[in-house]
């Protein structure tokens, strides 16, 4: 099975928002609430963002939320902030697999 | 809090086995988690290699299975890695992480990461 598709740049202002998508199909992202978002600064190991399509774990800013529509899963940071600026990365369940995105990096201008 | 630490060689030949372990603190690995590899070539993005359960059942990426055994060991609360037949295509960061309840869940507490070069 491939990699999610995410777009591999995408860059905004402090203050402002963005939306990073992850296209995957109906044997993953389409087909089950399994959907996790990942944030990674150079250098650091992933940190978890967003569980189960939406879910923000404890700890994690309420500026970050997520959806799902169809084959695409969604990521948006409102009001971003300098150390905002990371790799993203989205994680689907493929039925027995697990598959990333091939990842997003995000700048703050 | 939980903690995760890989440990193993730095560089291994083509052709030969990689083998990590990842050591588990501040949670029991019998406490009902799953517990999976995944790894991240320089500059790419990460890919799951597979995951295990307490009781040792396993789930594997479909593209490694052939070369790919994950095993646990409770009474040194740690679990490991072994994949055969590496070539420089499985040089990568392999991360060890904490997956939750069911193996659908996400990974929430990640090890620091070891790199391993494959060359000789």
């Known amino acids: 099975q491939s990699a999610l598709t995410q777009p591999a740049s995408v860059s905004g202002s402090p203050g402002q928002s963005i939306t990073i998508s992850c296209t995957g199909s109906s044997s993953d992202v389409g087909g089950y609430n399994f959907v996790s978002w990942y944030q990674q600064h150079p250098g650091k190991a992933p940190k978890l963002m967003i569980s189960d399509v939406s879910g923000r774990p404890s700890g994690v800013s309420s500026r970050f939320s997520a959806s799902k529509s169809g084959n695409t899963a969604s990521l948006t940071i409102s009001g971003l902030q300098a150390e905002d600026e990371a790799d993203y990365y989205c994680?689907?369940?493929?039925?027995?697999?697990?598959?990333f995105g091939g990842g997003t990096k995000l700048t703050v201008l | 809090q939980v903690q995760l630490q890989e440990s193993g060689p730095g560089l291994v030949k083509p052709s030969e086995t990689l083998s990590l372990s990842c050591a588990v603190s501040g949670k029991s690995i019998r406490s009902g988690y799953y517990w999976g590899w995944i790894r991240q070539p320089p500059g790419k993005a990460l890919e799951w290699i597979g995951t295990i359960y307490q009781s040792g059942s396993t789930y594997y990426k479909s593209s490694l299975k052939s070369r790919v055994t994950i095993s646990v060991d409770t009474s040194k609360n740690q679990f490991s890695l072994k994949l055969t037949s590496v070539t420089a295509a499985d040089t990568a960061i392999y991360y060890c992480?904490?997956?939750?309840?069911?193996?659908?869940?996400?990974?929430?507490?990640w090890g620091r990461g070891t790199m391993v070069t494959v060359s000789s």
């Open positions: 994680c689907s369940y493929a039925g027995g697999d697990t598959l």
């Open positions: 992480a904490r997956q939750g309840y069911y193996h659908t869940d996400p990974f929430d507490f």
